[in-house]
């Protein structure tokens, strides 16, 4: 018997009564009936019959988002470090750009695996999609902190992220968990805890990188931690994956497994119906079947991400070197461990304001005017960095401390944003596959931002006489450009304002054209 994973709401009784195409439309979609083995109906009982804030939700989620992010931003404080104690290269402008070719690896690996991850979770479900993810990082990420050679390091990076596709799956998954009135909570809590995984694994890393050398009283030079002095911050996200691995086995699946015969059965009409309602009935059934790249909505959306998530890990490994780079080469100075307290006050704070703040901008203003509003901000702030490398002392930790934390802040403002605006461009039945892509867009744009930052970051640092733009100027001016271009990409004709409201509604309102 054929399966058909669509959500469909539909009704068991006739529809002879009903003496409109729009009347009828409108009830098809507003009527709804629930199949008794059907996991997704299952949990949409649960959604019916609960009340108040599903605060397990909200957990589950968080849990699993953070466990795929903390590897992505682990190793960014200590990399500079790890390359050179590979002595791979024999300059210091050159760490950056073999740095860039670690951090590009996991991404590489993401991107040509992503979309296939989506289709995973539209075809056999949300929860093993999960299950393989969260696993394979309890593996290769500890792997990964056992590194003893430049390549080790590349290819189990590589390998962790062509087991990765989490994060469009579990997008998909948590549109599917939460009511719809709960829908930005739901994309407010996966980018929340995706952006704090980005900042508090890089405060992992900077703390616990390197023991024998900062903790010398615990550990050994001639310890395990001491011979692969990069191994603990792994090993600890590979412990704490292992127990989010565990508790995922108890998670609810969501996608609908309901036999395309009685879907086909429930369809049936009077034969006073026009054919042109018949057509639009096959439509709807054949919804799994339609091509997600003709779908404008949902592929502009696809391209503003691709473009901010190459700015976003291009910053976040930018920041990384800049902050570890001596000061006679423009940098802070900052050591693994002073990185990681930056990005670790950032981190704490931003899950305040993403869970009460952001949910009342987007229901204020909707998702395209945050996100715009938030690049917009993020110009002039990035423009202040290089004249922070200036300060010293007490002035230089306070002002990067505020600096990082309105960077990160204004930074999952519009991750959030464009999630929205990608769940609201596809119907649930296809939310899977088409986060599918935006992963697979992100990941390739990824896989060029680390090695294009860390190569312009080596350039840049060579130019400290330059006439425009010295130094670290020039490498912020390029990250300025890639906000700007986001900016741009969000207005008409580019990216459709029909993207701020759900699909299901916008159709609803052409039913109602219609008729």
Request: aromatic share 14%; net charge neutral; proline share 4%.
């Given at each position: ?260 015969e009685e879907i086909e059965k429930g369809f049936d009409t009077s034969d006073d119906l026009e054919a042109s309602d018949t057509e639009t009935k096959k439509k709807r059934i054949s919804t799994s079947r339609m091509s997600l790249f003709k779908n404008w909505s949902l592929m502009s959306t696809v391209i503003i991400y691709g473009f901010y998530s190459l700015h976003e890990i291009s910053y976040t490994e930018i920041f990384s070197l800049w902050a570890n780079s001596p000061r006679s080469l423009g940098g802070l100075g ?182």
């Amino acid at each position: 018997m054929r399966s058909f994973f669509c959500y469909t709401e539909i009704t068991n009784t006739t529809v002879g009564g009903l003496d409109k195409m729009g009347d009828y439309g409108e009830a098809l979609l507003n009527t709804k009936v629930h199949h008794e083995n059907c996991p997704g109906c299952r949990v949409n009982r649960i959604k019916e019959a609960e009340r108040g804030t599903p605060f397990l939700n909200v957990f589950s989620i968080w849990a699993v988002i953070l466990c795929s992010s903390l590897p992505i931003s682990l190793l960014f404080p200590f990399l500079y470090f790890m390359v050179r104690d590979f002595h791979i290269t024999e300059q210091v402008e050159d760490i950056g750009f073999y740095a860039g070719f670690v951090g590009s690896s996991f991404m590489v690996g993401r991107f040509l695996t992503s979309y296939l991850w989506g289709m995973a979770a539209d075809r056999y479900g949300r929860k093993p999609v999960i299950l393989c993810g969260v696993g394979s990082i309890v593996l290769f990420n500890g792997l990964f902190g056992l590194s003893n050679s430049f390549w080790m390091a590349v290819i189990t990076r590589f390998i962790l992220g062509c087991f990765n596709g989490l994060l469009g799956t579990i997008k998909a998954y948590a549109s599917e968990l939460f009511r719809e009135d709960h829908q930005a909570l739901a994309m407010s809590v996966v980018g929340t805890s995706w952006g704090i995984g980005l900042i508090i694994g890089p405060a992992i890393g900077g703390y616990l990188a390197q023991p024998a050398e900062k903790y010398p009283n615990t550990f050994s030079k001639d310890s395990l931690f001491g011979r692969f002095p990069y191994f603990l911050p792994c090993l600890c996200i590979s412990v704490f994956a292992f127990v989010v691995f565990i508790a995922s086995f108890w998670l609810p699946e969501t996608i609908h497994k309901h036999p395309l015969e009685e879907i086909e059965k429930g369809f049936d009409t009077s034969d006073d119906l026009e054919a042109s309602d018949t057509e639009t009935k096959k439509k709807r059934i054949s919804t799994s079947r339609m091509s997600l790249f003709k779908n404008w909505s949902l592929m502009s959306t696809v391209i503003i991400y691709g473009f901010y998530s190459l700015h976003e890990i291009s910053y976040t490994e930018i920041f990384s070197l800049w902050a570890n780079s001596p000061r006679s080469l423009g940098g802070l100075g900052f050591s693994s461990e002073d990185v990681g307290q930056v990005l670790a006050i950032s981190g704490f704070i931003l899950l305040f304001s993403q869970l009460c703040i952001f949910p009342k901008l987007e229901k204020l203003f909707g998702p395209i005017h945050v996100a715009r509003l938030a690049s917009a901000l993020t110009i002039p702030l990035l423009m202040c960095y290089p004249l922070i490398a200036m300060l010293t002392g007490f002035t230089l930790k306070f002002v990067i401390n505020v600096a990082s934390l309105l960077k990160n802040a204004l930074s999952l403002t519009i991750v959030t944003g464009i999630a929205i605006l990608q769940n609201n461009s596809v119907p649930r039945c296809q939310r899977g596959a088409a986060n599918g892509i935006s992963l697979t867009a992100m990941s390739l744009f990824k896989a060029i931002g680390p090695a294009a930052g860390g190569a312009i970051f080596s350039w840049a640092q060579k130019r400290q006489h330059a006439s425009f733009l010295p130094g670290d100027s020039m490498v912020f001016f390029f990250l300025c450009l890639l906000v700007l271009l986001l900016v741009i990409l969000t207005y008409e004709p580019f990216l459709p304002k029909s993207c701020a409201k759900p699909y299901d509604e916008i159709e609803r309102e052409n039913v109602k054209t219609v008729g």
